[in-house]
């Protein structure tokens, strides 16, 4: 058990629909990251969130959004959705501190939301 | 642009012998490289990491080796296991940055028993 909880694990919805997934980081830590993974591919980052600010951005599309609430919960939002978003969405957090000039890289990954759609 | 690649999709050994995954990576400010393993269903693991200063990190059954010249790593797993089978992501960062890691695609490692 990794301490990331995301929620939920299996989502099945229709193009065009918009989703959000839910993800609770490890006690303490201040920094969410997303990652997709699609059929055949590595794990993409999509955007990373340190204590409610967004980091860094990836290889996100404009209809989806993400943020950081004050108890460090985050969620991605999947909106205008299409057959090519069908993938699995990793939430990871780390204790990547800010200040100290970040931590040795490890993160923690949830069991991932598995999206469909139809 | 895949930035850290691995060419190989698959890998099959037998149990107790050698399973050697292979990666390279293409961007030269990459300081620091992680292997992680996934099993289905769950997310994937820390397994081993090894930052640039070093050329071997061991752990036990693993051990990482790296070559920064040929911007290469790998990972050699010994003796292997049937429960090592499982997908070896490589992944890079750049140290003392935001921690956001460059993953390959994955290794699917079967070890026959």
Redesign the interface.
């Known amino acids: 058990d990794s301490g990331v909880t995301q929620t939920p694990k299996h989502l099945i919805t229709a193009t065009g629909q918009r989703v959000t997934l839910r993800c609770s980081p490890r006690s303490g830590d201040l920094s969410v990251y997303w990652y997709q993974q699609s059929l055949d591919q590595g794990l993409q980052f999509l955007i990373q969130y340190y204590n409610g600010e967004e980091r860094a951005k990836g290889n996100i599309l404009e209809r989806f959004s993400a943020q950081q609430f004050p108890d460090l919960h985050s969620e991605l939002n999947l909106s205008s959705l299409e057959l090519g978003d069908s993938a699995l969405y990793f939430c990871a957090s780390s204790s990547f501190r800010a200040a100290s000039g970040g931590n040795t890289g490890e993160l923690f990954f949830g069991e991932g939301s598995r999206l469909t759609v139809l | 642009d895949q930035q850290?690649k691995?060419n190989s999709p698959s890998l099959s050994v037998q149990e107790g012998r050698i399973s050697i995954l292979n990666c390279d990576y293409t961007n030269s400010m990459f300081d620091?490289f992680?292997w992680?393993k996934k099993y289905p269903?769950?997310?994937?693991?820390?397994l081993i990491?090894i930052s640039s200063i070093k050329d071997k990190n061991e752990d036990g059954r693993f051990t990482v080796f790296l070559n920064k010249s040929a911007k290469h790593l790998s990972l050699h797993i010994v003796p292997s296991q049937p429960g090592d089978s499982a997908v070896y992501?490589c992944?890079a960062?750049v140290?003392?940055?935001?921690?956001?890691?460059?993953?390959?695609?994955?290794i699917t490692l079967s070890v026959r028993p």
């Open positions: 850290v691995q620091y992680l992680y269903a769950e997310g994937p693991t820390f990491s992501f992944a960062s140290y003392g940055a935001n921690s956001k890691l460059t993953f390959g695609k994955g």
